[in-house]
């Protein structure tokens, strides 16, 4: 029994002439860096995954420059494909830096070696509410592999005490 075959088929994609000659303009032809800029604005603006308030934008003969800071490293990089997907850009250099923002959110970053505290209210799931057994049993078993690896146990906390 023969195939059917759907006229959305490759052969059919293959000789439509979008498909090939998408982004070909009029000979000579060159976007200018006043557009380009406005395209790659107005779209890191309205990308509701990004924060671009600190990100700044030029445009140079068709090359773009990234630069200010972001949140994260994701951010950086979608705000970069944001850039590359703007018509008329030729190469995008990516000098944004991550940084990360306090409040930006809900909560700041902790710094190796700083406390964090529960996020939890006290009696809610915190280290001294209902999870503190969990707690305790987590704490005997660094106790216990420390002393396997060679290191020195952890220190006597005193919320276990209560």
Do not use: C
């Amino acid at each position: 029994m023969p195939m059917h075959r759907h006229p959305w088929s490759e052969e059919f994609a293959k000789m439509s002439p979008e498909a090939r000659y998408r982004g070909v303009g009029p000979r000579n032809y060159r976007r200018s860096d006043q557009r380009i800029l406005e395209d790659i604005n107005d779209r890191l603006t309205d990308d509701h995954r990004l924060d671009a308030s600190d990100v700044g934008v030029t445009v140079e003969n068709g090359e773009v420059t990234l630069g200010g800071t972001v949140a994260d490293r994701a951010a950086r990089r979608l705000a970069e494909d944001i850039a590359e997907s703007v018509s008329g850009v030729g190469h995008v250099q990516n000098d944004l830096r991550v940084v990360a923002r306090s409040g930006s959110a809900g909560h700041e970053a902790a710094r190796f070696g700083e406390r964090v505290e529960p996020a939890a209210a006290q009696g809610q799931g915190s280290v001294t509410g209902p999870g503190a057994p969990a707690r305790d049993a987590m704490v005997a078993a660094l106790d216990n592999s420390s002393m396997v690896l060679g290191k020195q146990p952890l220190p006597e906390d005193d919320t276990r005490r209560r």
